[in-house]
């Protein structure tokens, strides 16, 4: 049986080579936080994904998983795994849903401003995905649903990436002391908005996709500003009304990049 330690390395490598072979590159005191915390991420992922379970139950377990991070711990953490892991196709997410409990092993050897930052990132990660779930209908909805407002937006690319620059900023001044003369709450900023610009850039980039599963995070205001639904951008003859919406949000997108 391999160590915690050994188990990390080795799902981790499973799951995400490129997460992995940056890690290797990381000072060691930053590997296993980070690590641990993509791992987190990743498990919180895989549960708001599972299409075989009901959006409902998923809903049901991304609370369960959020129950673990509390300060009564993982006890319900064993009941995410065995519901999930039968409906994951995947080996190496299956892997790391069965081996939840061992991560958290990890987790309660970390030191204890380290967990908070893990735990702060996984709340606010899955209050994203949980977001998600309850605005749009899914791919066998039958319709498309779309944020209401630009502030809307703004809140959801800071709840499923805006808040990873925020923790890589605060892991990387707590275990680094040549960075001690940074200016904490604006370098998270900094950190903020390029998380936002690399969400920005997927909504943008993936826009057909999702409108095709139902997901339109263009917002509703925007949209009815340029005489357009949801549904009406299902029509590739909608693209010109679109354009200029697209254009600010490009605009956006790239401010995000130049401030981060």
């Keep these: 049986m391999p160590s915690n330690e050994a188990l990390l390395d080795h799902i981790l490598r499973q799951v995400s080579r490129s997460i992995y072979l940056s890690l290797q590159v990381l000072p060691r005191r930053l590997r296993r936080p980070i690590g641990l915390a993509y791992l987190f991420c990743r498990a919180a992922d895989t549960i708001a994904d599972t299409a075989l379970i009901a ?18 711990g993982p006890m319900r953490v064993g009941e995410v795994r065995e519901a999930l892991t039968g409906a994951q196709r995947t080996s190496a997410e299956r892997k790391l849903l069965w081996h939840l409990e061992d991560c958290f092993a990890l987790f309660a050897q970390l030191r204890p401003d380290d967990q908070q930052r893990i735990r702060r990132l996984v709340f606010t990660l899955t209050q994203g995905m949980q977001t998600d779930l309850r605005t749009f209908p899914g791919e066998n909805g039958g319709r498309v649903a779309a944020l209401e407002t630009r502030a809307d937006l703004d809140r959801y690319t800071y709840d499923v990436a805006g808040c990873v620059g925020e923790f890589w900023t605060r ?9 001690a003369h940074w200016h904490l709450s604006e370098m998270e900023q900094k950190g903020v908005r390029f998380g936002k610009g690399l969400q920005m850039t997927n909504i943008l980039r993936d826009l057909p996709h999702d409108l095709r599963l139902g997901r339109c995070y263009l ?9 357009l639904t949801p549904e009406a951008l299902l029509d590739p003859g909608s693209l010109d009304r679109l354009r200029p919406l697209l254009g600010e949000l490009l605009a956006l997108t790239l401010e995000h990049y130049q401030s981060g």
Excluded at 55 to 72: G, H, I, K, M, P
Excluded at 171 to 179: C, E, K
Excluded at 219 to 227: A, N, S, V
């Design 55 to 72: 959006r409902e139950q998923r809903l049901t377990y991304l609370d369960l998983y959020r129950e673990a991070f509390s300060e009564l």
């Design 171 to 179: 892991m990387a001044v707590a275990h680094r002391p040549t960075l």
């Design 219 to 227: 917002p509703y205001e925007d949209l009815r500003r340029h005489g």
